[in-house]
């Protein structure tokens, strides 16, 4: 049976390439690039000879019905590669996903480099949950409403990818609508001169402005929202376990049911409303002894 692999590739240092994708991208018919001439750089650099085909944004929709007709009709192996990292994450590839999932061809995704878990596994902030946004809009208008809901947004953790020419702006916006964020910046992720600032939003935006290079590589910005609880317009004035607690005894809840409750309400975030309950279920324990 025929199969589309996703296949990641480094997002910087060539030896985040394994031994796997190496091999798949040999053995497959065809492989699907968001720039041929970069890609083919890497291919040479591990002799894979497979045959190199665009793929990228602007053909996505089309060359996704051709590939997904080829590999039913000719029963070939795809693979498919982004520049660097993950496909499918800030780059192409959703469509012709989704139309192979419609015509149940097999989809076999490998393990490898992504810019997102990497930044975030390293950031010394809460992974628990978190919210994913990619590159935000360039207009200073609609970058600002986007930051707004990011502010919104119950999910305090939170990860931007930023160009080296708009990482200052950014900074300046969330400084002025999120000034007690904690912030992690990183660029240049797995490569020679990779490098990390953090602290509030201020601290990191004063950090990025006296930095040299601030204008050369890529950025990833995984951030933590401390100034959420401000944007409930009804916020809670009892505690949170207090609200789980008449949630129990007025509605007949189970515990699971009232962290669900308050989460879809927006009264907390599905971390905050889950430790409420942990609290809320010892006492109850205790107090069944």
């Known amino acids: 049976m025929s199969r589309l692999y996703i296949v990641?590739?480094?997002?910087?240092?060539?030896?985040?390439?394994?031994?796997?994708a190496v091999e798949t991208l040999k053995e497959c018919d065809l492989i699907l690039a968001e720039d041929t001439r970069h890609t083919q750089k890497l291919l040479n650099h591990f002799d894979i000879k497979t045959k190199l085909v665009?793929?990228?944004?602007?053909?996505?929709?089309?060359?996704?019905?051709?590939?997904?007709?080829?590999?039913?009709?000719e029963e070939k192996n795809v693979a498919l590669v982004t520049d660097a990292g993950t496909p499918c994450i800030s780059d192409p590839g959703y469509e012709l996903v989704k139309r192979a999932r419609e015509e149940e061809i097999e989809i076999i995704a490998l393990a490898?480099?992504?810019?997102?878990?990497?930044a975030l596994s390293a950031a010394g902030i809460d992974t628990y949950e978190f919210a994913f946004y990619g590159f935000l809009p360039r207009k200073k208008s609609e970058l600002e409403e986007a930051l707004?809901?990011?502010k919104k947004n119950s999910i305090k953790t939170f990860i931007i990818y930023e160009s080296p020419k708009r990482i200052i702006n950014l900074m300046e916006i969330i400084s002025t609508i999120m000034p007690n964020s904690t912030i992690c910046v990183m660029k240049e992720l797995t490569k020679l001169h990779e490098n990390s600032f953090y602290g509030n939003a201020e601290q990191v935006l004063e950090k990025l402005k006296n930095h040299e290079d601030v204008?050369?590589?890529?950025?990833?910005?995984?951030?933590?929202?401390?100034?959420?609880?401000?944007?409930?317009?009804?916020?809670?004035?009892v505690s949170l376990q207090a609200i789980l607690f008449d949630k129990l005894i007025q509605k007949y809840y189970?515990?699971?049911?009232?962290?669900?409750?308050?989460?879809?309400?927006?009264?907390?975030?599905?971390?905050?409303?889950?430790k409420a309950s942990l609290e809320v279920k010892k006492f109850i324990e205790n107090y069944n002894k």
Do not use: C, Q
């Open 8 to 20: 990641p590739t480094p997002i910087g240092n060539l030896k985040d390439m394994t031994e796997r």
């Open 54 to 73: 665009s793929y990228h944004k602007f053909n996505e929709k089309t060359r996704s019905e051709e590939i997904v007709n080829e590999i039913l009709t």
């Open 112 to 118: 490898g480099a992504s810019a997102v878990t990497i």
């Open 148 to 150: 707004e809901k990011i």
């Open 215 to 237: 204008e050369r590589g890529e950025y990833v910005l995984v951030g933590y929202n401390n100034d959420w609880e401000e944007n409930l317009s009804t916020g809670p004035a």
């Open 254 to 274: 189970s515990l699971k049911e009232a962290v669900n409750e308050v989460v879809e309400e927006g009264i907390a975030s599905k971390n905050d409303a889950y």
